[in-house]
Structure formats: structure tokens, C-alpha cells
């Protein structure tokens, strides 16, 4: 199907009068937060900061915040398939999970690598012995202590290859021998090969510690996990409730009561929200931002996220084996004007190189712009010379702007005179194999993710996701040496290295790092912007939410 | 009235055989969708060897032939099988909530648009070209030709975020508890429902009223010195509403597929998202069923409304003796 051959689109000029309207707004209205939160650093006595990652200038402390209430979240996505199995389950079934299971380590709000079920972990100068220690007295949502072999019984399961454990891919380093139980609080892992991921591994939400014994829960009963909300009811595809886990370890919650209900049309949830059915929303479409901004009563929530929709260039295939051709590509993409029009402003530019929150990204390499002259003469010493016909993949399923963004590369193309006939691949098929990992030229979806834990997904011949069939000895020998680097500063060198050479040959075009919004009922109060970005701006993180 | 019953008992066994061969329509088609129940529920996460996995989980490595017949077999036993997906609910009992919602749905919109139509039609077919028949034609001309979402939309900026907030603009039904006790969030999408039905109703009884008063009896009966109350209530309206009884019971047909759109807007849930959800995960079992209902309710609906078109007509009536 291919009803669409990247003829100039009528609307497009149209379109980009109405996104800069609302760019318009707002700015406005981000300036407007600017001088709240200016006025509030001036005043003393105004700022009652606590020690928490949620406290900001206007907030209360943790103490101050008032307890109670029930929050109800809209969300789309979550259908009957879900199940409230946290090692299974991602993003949209992930959301509810997330609730109730978590990790030994986390990321917090800005992707930093923080303590969770663990108290302290410790990594051997060889880089293969992994020592975590559990925090003393957490305790399951049945009572139950947390104990060393909750966690050796929860890695074991995700290793067995007859559950459908996510995680199993990312720890390709771990055998079930290797996890040892020390004392009961005491896990060491040794690793097959040195690998510096496996830390970000024990904190994949995939890797969640559940109770010894634990089967995917037929519906509510037997959900148990260490969160801090405890599941009480779970219609599939209708709604989740939770009760407040008043044992919890962490931080509140604050309300009582929580449910998440399900919406199949982002309308719908938005009247939730307008009509107070709901109290907060997740993932608000951007042609609904203006409605939330002209309402009083309402706010908006905007968290600049890791997460990436890029375009794909199989190396092998022709005319990407030619390096100037990927390069000519990545120089025909405006990539402001591309979030303009497909992502209505919503988007923060990219440089071609994916995980812009790992330590090691090159901030200070330029930024690439579009130069449709300089695309033109690589295209031409390629072999090129304003013939080059080329399909473009996508699907709706690939990501917010999909097919949208890749209507206006089509159109961006036309001026170094390559022709790009847009192919939309019904979704349910998109990712099937045969489809998905053989596309010459395509587009797909990201989450935030650190550089070598998103390398090992993707840029290796046995990666689950090796879409852009990569391959390059220097890279590869770099990239290889980082993994077995156990010192962070060593390793970071090394990984700069590689994102160099994505930048100058890679086969990723990257425009844009999605920016993720929620909406909400300004009585509720304490939602934390995260840069994670699957599900929603703020990561889920109802246990810090209250009522004002 | 043997006739009627042999009658009744031809037009079941049909029925029946219309949902046997729809069974196999609906299965055919859903295996010739591109991805299979395993690939949906992976989605992205779909590597070869998780897809094997499941698909052996789910028995979907079996002939197509046995699928079919182990859940036909199932049926035949009583028994609609289990969800595919998710937490593995049997069918009946995953349904079964839904069914009642969506039936309240159906129920509350027939009994706001059937009485009206009947009086408005009626009425505007009797005082024909006058101010009010116009206003009336305007009216249900305007309801025929705004797609049902339209309207609901408008009714939700009317009554529930914009204007007046006075009622729920998406209907969160607690399963836990029947959907008698939250009546205030069937009225939108009922309303909705019946605006959308209403107009073919409207439109047909005063085509019907029309030519019906027009007619050699309806004359007769007023040369006659009938008073225009006898005329209108004795001799035009049993008349004009045997085509009408078609007309209703088409409508209630249609509103039982037409809920998916209602359903979608409001989040109402009942067998329309049901059936949406079922079709894009390939949970066959789920979409047997539902497709089986619709088409049951159709046949039923469809026979009922012969068999009261013999019994209220004269001529069919006693041809059956």
C-alpha cells in the first residue's frame, strides 16, 4: 500500500501557520512559569524545598503534604492482553506493573542511575562479580520479608526460557548459576563476560524482584511486588485499583487510593479529564495542548525525554552501502521545521547520535543543519544525480508523528532531488519478521536508554533490533572494549569514541529526542517531569501525586 | 396457528444455519488478518523465539481445521472457550458485564427514540407541509445526515465540558457494580444512540402516514362521516405502521453493531470496544462470540418483526388459515 508518493502535501504550509499559533501560546506560557518560578528564588521564605528529587521552589516538604485522597489516571493503550506481571509486561500494561514491582537499582527523574530494593552494590575489579545488598526490613505487599532468594528466585525466572521475560535478552551475560545467595540479604552475580550494562540490567524494569514462587497473576490476586501501591482490583482493559502500601520504603504515597483506567480514544480521555472523571492524564496528544491551556483548572506537564522516532538506513543495502549517501540523508533533514510540522513543536533536536543523557555524549560536537547543496554534491559522487528513487517505511505503530514525519522528509528530499515514495505498513505487521529488520530505509521507536545498553539492543548482528545491520571494525573494537571497562572514566572515553563515529558514518538519522506531555487537575499537585518517556511524563510516579 | 409456528421454526433454522456459516466467515477472516494472537500480544518485543513461545502456549501451532473445531466443539458443549490473551478469562464471563451494558445501552436508546418517532412521525404525516412537519423533516433530516460521533461530540460540549456540566462526558462504569445503579452515565450515550436511530423511523411512518391517508380507504372511511379521531386511529395507523415494525426492528438491529462507535466515544464498556479490543489482539474465542450475538440479535429481531407484520396485518393475517 503506498497511496501516498511523497507528493508536496497541499496542508503543509497551512499546517505550519497553525503549529507556529501555537508555539505562540506557548512560549507564553512557558515564560510565564520562568518568572513563577524566578519570583519564588527571590523569596526566602518562600522556598520550602525538601531534601526529596520532587521538591521544587513552589512545593511543601514531604511532611507538609496533605495525605488522602483517590487518584484516578486516564490512560490509552492497556487492553485485555495486559497482565499484571512485571517481568513481562512493558510500556502500556508496563504502566499498571510499574505500580507494584520494583527494582534492586532505578533511574531517577534526570536518568541517573540510583539505589532502589538495593542498599549498596558493589563491582569487582574484574568486572565480573556483581555484590548487591538488600535494604534491611522491606517487606512484600503480603507481608513477607524480601530475602535473598526473592532475588535469586527472580533472576532464575527470567532466565528460564519457557517464561516470556523481557529481560532475557539484556542478560545474556548472566547464567542461573551464577547467581549466588550469600546471606539474606546478600546476592553476588558473576557474569560470564565483563560487562558494564549489567548494572543498568538491575535496574530494567523487566528485572523486577517479585516473591519466591511468584506465576504471571490470573488478574489481581498474587500481583505482589514491594511498590507502593498494592493492586486490589484489575478488570483487563477496563481499569486497575490500588490501595496506598502504608509499609512502603520510599517516598509517600500520599494519596489513599489509586485507579488507572483505560481509554481507547485519546478524546475520550481528554472529556475524562475536562469533565473531572479523571484526575490526571497521561500522554496528551499535542492537537490537544491548546484545549488544556485555554481551560482553567488544568496544567499541562512537559518532560524532554530520551526517547527517539528516527529513520533507518540498512548499511548493506543499496544505496546505503555508500557511506556519502547516509551522509547526503542526515544533511537533507531541516530538523526543526520536521518538529514543527510533525510533532506540532513538540520535540527537542537531535544530532544523529541516540542516548543524549549517557555521560558520555558529545555535547560539543556541532550541530548538524540542514545543507541541501552540500547533500546534493555527496549524492553526486555517489553516483546519484537527481535519480535516486528510494522507499520510505513507516507505519502508525512507529512512533507519536508517525506517518506525518516521514510525509515531510519526503518532501525535504525533493530539494536534493531524491524521490521518496512513502510506504505505510499496516501496524499490525510492521514489527513481524520478514517485515521489520529487512527494511532498506524505514522508520522506528525508541526509549531513553544509556548508549551501550541501547548498542547491545541494536547495533550487533545477534541484536534482537538490528535494524540498521551495522557494521564497522572500528566501532566495534571500541565499543567491545567499553563494555569490559569497569572504571566509569576509561569507559566513557571509550564510548565517546564510538559516538564519534555515529556521528560521521552512522545509520541512524536522528532529528528529534521526543518530548512527552501530561495533563492534570490543578489540585493535584507534586507530578516530577522524567525524562524515561514511555507511558507517560512522569514515569508513573503516582506515590508522589497529592491533593492541594 | 400451526402455520405460524412452522413458520417460526423454518425462519430459526435458518437463523441458525446463518450463524454457522457466519462462525466460519468470522474465523477465516480473522486468520487471513496479517499477525497472528502471539505477534499482537509481543508487538515490538516479537523475536522469533518468544513468538515460537507463545504460540505453543496458546495452542496456535495446531491445524487450523483443529482450532476451529475444538472451539466449535466447545460451544456445542456449552462452553465459548477462554480469552486468548491477557489473564485467560472464559469468554462468558469476560462478556457477560459487557453484554448487560451494552443491552442497557440499547434498551434506554429504543425507549427514548421509538415513542417519539412513533408521535412525530405520525404526527408530521397527518398535518403534512404544515410548519410543523417542516420543522420535524428539518430536523430528523439533519440527525440522518451527522455521522453518530458528531452528535455525541456536540452532546458533549453541551451537556457535560463546555456549556452545562450536568453529565458525565465518558462514562466510567464500575464493574463492580450494575450499571442500573449509574444510570447518569447511560444518558449521553443513549441519547446520542437515539438521535442517531430516531430519523429512519420519523422518515418512514410519515412516508407511511402519507400514502396511507391518501388512500381509497382511508377516503372511504371519511365519505363515510367517520370522525377524523376513528379515521386516524382505526383505519390510517394500524396501516401505515406494518412497514414502520420493519423499520424499528432494523434499527435495533443496526444499533447493536452501531454501539462500537457510541461505546468508543463515550469508553462505555461494552461489547462494541469489547469486540474493537478482541479483533486487533486475534483473540478469536472473544470475537466468535460477539460477532455470534450481533447476528443472533439480528436474526431474532428480523423474525420477531415478521411475525408481528402477519399478526397486525388483515390480508397476512388470514391468508394463514
Known amino acids: 500500500m503506498s497511496d501516498q508518493e511523497g507528493k508536496p502535501s497541499p ?66 493503550g492497556g487492553t485485555t492482553k495486559d497482565v499484571l506481571d512485571g517481568q513481562v509486561s512493558y510500556i502500556d500494561a508496563g504502566r499498571k506493573c510499574e505500580q507494584i514491582y520494583e527494582q534492586l537499582l532505578g533511574w531517577d527523574s534526570n536518568s541517573k542511575l540510583v539505589l532502589m530494593l538495593a542498599e549498596s552494590y558493589d563491582v569487582g575489579a574484574d568486572g565480573l562479580k556483581y555484590t548487591v545488598k538488600l535494604k534491611p526490613g522491606l517487606t512484600f505487599h503480603n507481608g513477607k520479608s524480601v530475602t535473598a532468594d526473592d532475588v535469586v528466585y527472580s533472576f532464575r525466572r527470567i532466565l528460564d526460557p519457557k517464561t516470556l521475560a523481557l529481560a532475557r535478552e539484556h542478560l545474556t551475560m548472566l547464567e542461573p548459576s551464577g547467581i549466588k545467595k550469600v546471606d539474606d540479604l546478600t546476592v553476588t552475580f558473576t557474569l560470564t563476560q565483563a560487562n558494564a550494562t549489567f548494572r543498568e540490567a538491575l535496574a530494567y524494569y523487566g528485572c523486577c524482584i517479585v516473591p519466591v514462587g511468584f506465576d504471571t497473576p490470573k488478574g489481581a490476586k498474587g500481583a505482589i511486588g514491594t511498590g507502593p501501591w498494592k493492586v486490589t482490583s484489575y478488570y483487563p482493559g477496563e481499569q486497575t485499583e490500588y490501595v496506598a502500601n502504608r509499609d512502603y520504603w520510599g517516598e509517600g504515597p500520599y494519596a489513599d ?196 545498553w541501547l548498542c547491545a539492543a541494536c547495533m550487533f548482528p545477534n541484536s534482537p533490533y538490528y535494524e540498521t545491520h551495522w557494521k564497522d571494525e572500528e566501532w566495534e573494537k571500541v565499543v567491545l572494549e567499553a563494555y569490559k571497562t569497569a572504571d566509569d572514566d576509561a569507559r566513557n572515553e571509550l564510548v565517546r569514541q564510538a559516538f564519534t563515529i555515529d556521528y560521521e558514518r552512522g545509520a ?41 | 396457528m400451526p402455520v405460524l409456528c412452522k413458520l417460526i421454526l423454518r425462519r430459526l433454522g435458518l437463523g441458525l444455519l446463518t450463524l454457522v456459516v457466519i462462525s466460519v466467515l468470522v474465523f477465516a477472516a480473522t486468520e487471513a488478518l496479517p499477525g497472528d494472537t502471539a505477534t499482537q500480544i509481543l508487538g515490538k518485543s516479537a523475536t522469533p523465539e518468544r513468538v515460537e513461545l507463545l504460540r505453543e502456549q496458546l495452542g496456535l501451532d495446531r491445524p487450523l481445521i483443529v482450532q476451529y473445531f475444538s472451539w466449535a466443539g466447545g460451544l456445542l458443549r456449552g462452553d465459548a472457550g477462554r480469552s486468548l490473551v491477557g489473564i485467560e478469562m472464559p469468554v462468558a464471563r469476560m462478556l457477560g458485564p459487557r453484554v448487560v451494558n451494552s443491552a442497557a445501552l440499547m434498551l434506554v436508546a429504543a425507549l427514548m427514540s421509538i415513542p417519539v418517532s412513533l408521535l412525530l412521525g405520525s404526527l408530521s404525516g397527518r398535518f403534512r407541509d404544515g410548519l410543523f412537519d417542516a420543522s420535524v423533516s428539518l430536523g430528523s433530516l439533519t440527525f440522518a445526515a451527522l455521522p453518530t460521533f458528531v452528535i455525541g461530540i456536540v452532546l458533549i460540549l453541551l451537556f457535560a465540558t463546555q456549556m452545562l456540566h450536568v453529565l458525565p462526558a465518558v462514562s466510567r462504569v464500575q464493574p463492580s457494580a450494575s450499571i442500573w445503579s449509574q444510570m447518569d452515565l447511560l444518558w449521553l450515550p443513549a441519547l446520542t444512540l437515539a438521535l442517531a436511530s430516531a430519523p429512519f423511523i420519523v422518515r418512514m411512518l410519515r412516508g407511511s402516514m402519507i400514502e396511507v391517508l391518501e388512500s381509497d380507504y382511508v377516503q372511504m372511511a371519511r365519505l363515510k362521516g367517520a370522525p377524523e379521531r376513528i379515521v386516524l386511529q382505526r383505519h390510517a395507523l394500524p396501516n401505515a405502521i406494518i412497514p414502520v415494525i420493519q423499520v424499528i426492528a432494523l434499527n435495533l438491529a443496526w444499533m447493536a453493531g452501531g454501539v462500537v462507535t457510541v461505546e468508543y466515544l463515550f469508553n462505555y464498556p461494552g461489547i462494541g470496544w469489547a469486540l474493537v479490543d478482541a479483533v486487533s489482539n486475534r483473540d478469536v474465542p472473544v470475537i466468535q462470540a460477539i460477532v455470534f450475538l450481533v447476528a443472533a440479535v439480528y436474526v431474532v429481531f428480523n423474525l420477531t418483526a415478521d411475525i408481528l407484520t402477519i399478526l397486525i396485518s388483515p390480508r397476512l393475517r388470514t391468508g394463514l388459515h
Not at chain 1, 24 to 41: D, E, S, V, Y
Not at chain 1, 397 to 420: E, I, L, R, Y
Not at chain 1, 528 to 543: I, P
Request: aromatic residues 10%; glycine residues 10%.
Open chain 1, 257 to 452: 487510593k489509586l485507579t488507572i483506567i483505560e481509554f481507547a480514544d485519546p478524546t475520550a480521555k481528554l472529556n475524562a479529564l475536562l469533565s473531572g472523571s479523571v484526575d490526571h492524564l497521561a500522554v496528551l496528544d499535542t492537537s490537544q495542548v491548546p484545549t488544556i491551556e485555554n481551560t482553567p483548572g488544568y496544567q499541562l506537564l512537559e518532560a524532554k525525554t530520551g526517547g527517539f522516532d528516527p529513520y533507518t538506513m540498512a548499511i548493506d543495502l543499496k544505496p546505503f552501502d555508500d557511506v556519502r549517501v547516509r551522509q547526503a540523508f542526515r544533511l537533507i533533514v531541516d530538523r526543526q521545521a520536521m518538529i514543527d510540522q510533525a510533532l506540532a513543536g513538540y520535540g527537542w533536536v537531535g544530532n544523529d547520535m541516540f542516548s543524549p543523557f549517557d555521560p558520555a555524549y558529545p555535547k560539543d560536537l556541532p550541530q548538524r543543519e540542514q545543507d541541501l547543496e552540500q547533500a546534493r554534491s555527496l549524492l553526486k559522487q555517489a553516483g546519484y544525480d537527481n535519480d535516486l528513487n528510494i522507499v520510505l517505511n513507516c507505519s502508525t505503530s512507529t512512533g507519536a508523528a508517525d506517518p506525518g514525519a516521514a510525509q515531510v522528509f519526503a518532501q525535504q528530499a525533493k530539494g536534493a532531488g531524491v524521490n521518496v515514495k512513502v510506504n505505510k505498513v499496516d501496524p499490525n505487521v510492521y514489527w513481524n519478521k520478514g517485515n521489520y529488520g529487512s527494511y532498506p530505509f524505514a522508520m522506528t521507536m525508541w526509549g531513553t536508554n544509556s548508549y551501550l
Open chain 1, 508 to 548: 541512524y538519522i536522528i532529528y528529534e529526542f521526543n518530548t512527552m506531555l501530561d495533563a492534570h487537575s490543578d489540585k493535584l499537585q507534586g507530578l516530577v517531569a522524567n525524562n524515561f518517556g514511555e507511558g507517560g511524563a512522569t514515569k508513573q510516579r503516582f506515590n508522589l501525586m497529592y491533593f492541594v
Open chain 1, 11 to 76: 496542508d503543509l504550509g497551512k499546517l505550519g501557520e497553525i503549529v507556529n499559533s501555537k508555539r505562540m501560546t506557548r512560549r507564553r506560557m512557558l515564560q510565564g512559569t520562568a518568572a513563577a518560578a524566578a519570583l519564588a528564588a527571590l523569596g526566602p521564605f518562600a522556598s520550602a524545598c525538601g531534601g526529596s528529587e520532587s521538591g521544587t521552589a513552589a512545593s511543601p516538604s514531604a511532611a507538609a503534604r496533605k495525605k488522602g485522597g483517590h487518584i484516578r489516571s486516564a490512560v490509552t
